[in-house]
């Protein structure tokens, strides 16, 4: 269910968490993201949020952006994997507190207070 979340970095500077599947037509290929939510740093404290991207579009099939609109695909660790199947794809609320946040050497911490 949740074996194809990667994280996207758009061309816009945007980090989407979301499914991803290539779609390939000839010679083009482009990328469809479903569930897609968008990477948002604190700048207080430096803690990773989600938000919804394109909360007020209906895309029960997700969307589909051409290839030359994204900068590199990379797969999420395992903690912000399961914070985003968590609050995103299971759809639960999760207090505010519960925040995925940098503690260096490229890994996260899930606070859960």
């Avoid at 903690?79 to 999760?94: C, E, G, P, R």
Wanted: glycine content about 6%; proline content about 6%; aromatic content about 6%.
């Amino acid at each position: 269910m949740s074996d194809n979340v990667n994280i996207v970095r758009l061309t816009t500077g945007e980090e989407i968490v979301c499914k991803v599947t290539t779609v390939e037509n000839g010679s083009q290929i482009s990328y469809n993201l479903k569930d897609a939510a968008v990477l948002i740093p604190n700048p207080v404290d430096g803690r990773l949020m989600f938000g919804r991207w394109l909360p007020y579009a209906k895309m029960p099939e997700g969307i589909t952006i051409d290839s030359k609109f994204v900068m590199f695909i990379t797969e999420p660790s395992e903690d912000l994997k399961q914070h985003y199947v968590t609050t995103i794809i299971n759809n639960l609320a999760v207090p505010s507190k519960k925040l995925v946040e940098p503690v260096g050497d490229n890994k996260l911490k899930l606070s859960i207070d």
